[in-house]
């Protein structure tokens, strides 16, 4: 009886793991949120998928992702973007394919600012990214309050955009910085489309080259992601529009 356990353990050990690898786990602690109600949703090529909510205790929360179904194991395969939601203002975006076990630790009053997370390569890269945007965001929204106290000072107007300008500059540089060290890594993406108030560091036009080389990359890695392929669907849209329009300036 005993050889027969000792020979089944390593079998055992063996579907745990695989079981294990089939499971994207997100798990967190939250400061300040108590018993609160958390979600978490998928986000996809046309919006958020709710997957789950539950109501944490004292501030922890895990949310356990089963590859149960063709829909699931094919998101699984490849990193997906998730939100952790307090509410529809306050949210986290982070990312994770199977097998992932994301760790994070935030605080409820703004998840997004100062958090934590580990357990996954992509997770950890857009943390990078959140802390780099945030960093960004600070002494420009200091600016913008140096500015409002004086709007029709023309000589104070023009120094403050000369100044924002440059900060826009100098991280649409970091950017590109992070793209050319993670070409292959879907945080890339997230890194190319990042915007502060709306205003994106990059243009989809001008720097249609850079896009290009990141889906080119991903591609390779992930071909099935439908992150990538609607990417690179666009990317061909984006093509034909201007064969078009070059086709009609020859034509006059």
């Known amino acids: 009886m005993k050889k027969l356990l000792f020979a089944l353990l390593p079998l055992c050990l063996l ?12 798990e967190g602690d939250i400061a300040g949120a108590s018993n609160n109600k958390i979600t978490l949703a998928l986000i996809t090529n046309d919006g958020l998928e709710t997957l789950d909510s539950m109501k944490m205790k004292n501030g922890h929360f895990c949310f356990e992702l089963k590859a149960n179904d063709k829909a699931a194991q094919t998101r699984a395969a490849s990193p997906m973007m998730y939100q952790i939601m307090l509410s529809p ?12 076990h994301i760790l994070i630790h935030a605080n409820a009053e703004n998840l997004i600012e100062n958090y934590h997370v580990s357990g996954g390569e992509e997770a950890v890269l857009m943390g990078q990214l959140d802390s780099a945007l945030h960093a960004f965001a600070q ?5 913008y309050r140096i500015y409002s106290y004086d709007i029709y000072n023309d000589s104070l107007g023009e120094a403050v955009e000369q100044q924002y300008l440059q900060m ?9 910085q ?8 879907m945080a890339s993406f997230v890194a190319f489309y990042q915007s502060y108030n709306r205003r994106c560091f990059f243009n989809v036009q001008e720097d249609k080259a850079l896009l290009r080389q990141i889906t080119k990359s991903l591609k390779k890695q992930y071909p099935d992601n439908p992150y990538v392929q609607n990417m690179q669907h666009k990317l061909e849209m984006m093509d034909l529009m201007e064969a078009k329009r070059n086709t009609e300036y020859d034509t006059y």
């Not at 203002?89 to 992932?100: F, I, S």
């Not at 826009?168 to 590109?176: G, S, W």
């Open 168 to 176: 826009v500059n100098h991280h649409k540089q970091y950017l590109k």
């Open 178 to 185: 992070f793209i050319q060290q993670h070409p292959d890594k």
């Open 89 to 100: 203002y306050n949210t986290l975006t982070t990312m994770a394919k199977g097998g992932d």
């Open 139 to 143: 002494p420009a929204d200091s600016l």
């Open 15 to 26: 579907l745990s793991c695989q079981h294990k690898k089939s499971l994207i786990v997100i």
